[in-house]
C-alpha cells in the first residue's frame, strides 16, 4: 500500500535561518511527488513537484525539495525562513502506474517561524 | 485566470439531513477530485471525475456520492449526515487525469459542521 510520512509534527525555526520538512514515501516504482501549504481556513496552495530528471526541485517562494530514490525522500527546503512561511505543510503521492489523479497526503507539519 | 472556487463556503446541518457541495473547476480543467479533511483522519481522497464519470473512489460509505456535469462542475452529496461527517471538504481540478505528473488545484473548501 502507498503511503507519506512526515515524521515530525511540528518544526519550529528562526526567521532567517534555513528550514527543512521532512517527507519519506512507500509506493512500488517511482512516484510523482508534491509539496503543498495550507494556511488558516484556506485551501491547499501548490509548491512545487518532481516528475522526474533532475533530483532538485525549484517552486514557488524559493521553496526547494531534494528527491532521494534510495532514501525514499522528498525533503522541502528553503534557505532562509520568513515569518509569513508559517503553515501547515503537506507532501503527497501518486502512483505513476495507475491512471489516476489520486494523491496520498501525509500527516502535515505545522511550520513555525519566530522572528 | 479564476481558481478553483467552492460553494458555500460554510455549512451547517443537523444529523440525519443530507448536503450538497459545488465545486467549479479552473477553465480548461477537466477533471475534479475531492478530498476531505478531518483533525484526526487529515486529508483522505474521496473521489474523481473525469469527462462526467467516476474515474476512482476512496474508501468511504455509500452515502458519499458525486457526479460531473457537462461543463466540468461537480458535485458532491453526502446524505444521512452523521458527526462524523464534520470536516473541510476540498476540490481540486487538474488538465487531465494523472498523466505526466498533472498538478491539482486546490479551492478554498466548504467547510461543514454536523450538530
Known amino acids: 500500500a502507498q503511503s507519506v510520512a512526515q515524521p515530525e509534527d511540528q518544526v519550529n525555526v528562526a526567521e532567517g535561518n534555513p528550514l527543512t520538512v521532512k517527507c519519506t514515501y512507500s509506493v512500488s516504482g517511482n512516484p510523482y511527488l508534491f509539496w503543498y501549504v495550507q494556511y488558516p481556513n484556506r485551501g491547499l496552495q501548490f509548491l512545487l513537484k518532481?516528475?522526474?530528471?533532475?533530483?532538485l526541485v525549484k517552486g514557488s517562494y524559493g521553496f526547494e525539495a531534494e528527491f532521494n530514490k534510495s532514501q525514499t525522500s522528498f525533503h522541502l527546503k528553503k534557505p532562509s525562513a520568513l515569518v509569513s512561511d508559517s503553515a501547515l505543510y503537506f507532501c503527497a503521492v501518486r502512483d505513476r502506474s495507475g491512471n489516476t489523479g489520486k494523491l496520498i497526503f501525509g500527516q502535515g507539519t505545522t511550520l513555525q517561524v519566530k522572528p | 485566470k479564476a481558481g478553483v472556487t467552492q460553494t458555500p463556503r460554510y455549512l451547517i446541518k443537523t444529523r440525519g439531513q443530507q448536503v450538497t457541495l459545488s465545486c467549479s473547476p479552473i477553465?480548461?480543467?477537466?477533471?475534479v477530485s475531492w478530498y476531505q479533511q478531518t483533525p484526526g483522519q487529515g486529508l483522505q481522497f474521496l473521489f474523481e471525475?473525469?469527462?462526467?464519470?467516476?474515474?476512482n473512489k476512496g474508501n468511504f460509505p455509500g452515502r458519499f456520492s458525486g457526479r460531473q456535469f457537462s461543463n466540468s462542475r461537480s458535485e458532491m452529496n453526502v446524505s444521512t449526515l452523521e458527526l462524523g461527517d464534520s470536516a473541510l471538504y476540498l476540490c481540486?481540478?487538474?488538465?487531465?487525469?494523472?498523466?505526466?505528473?498533472?498538478?491539482?488545484?486546490f479551492g478554498p473548501g466548504t467547510r461543514l459542521t454536523v450538530l
Open positions: 481540486a481540478s487538474s488538465l487531465q487525469v494523472g498523466q505526466g505528473g498533472d498538478t491539482q488545484y
Open positions: 518532481y516528475i522526474t530528471g533532475d533530483n
Open positions: 471525475y473525469f469527462s462526467e464519470t467516476q474515474r
Open positions: 477553465s480548461g480543467h477537466r477533471s
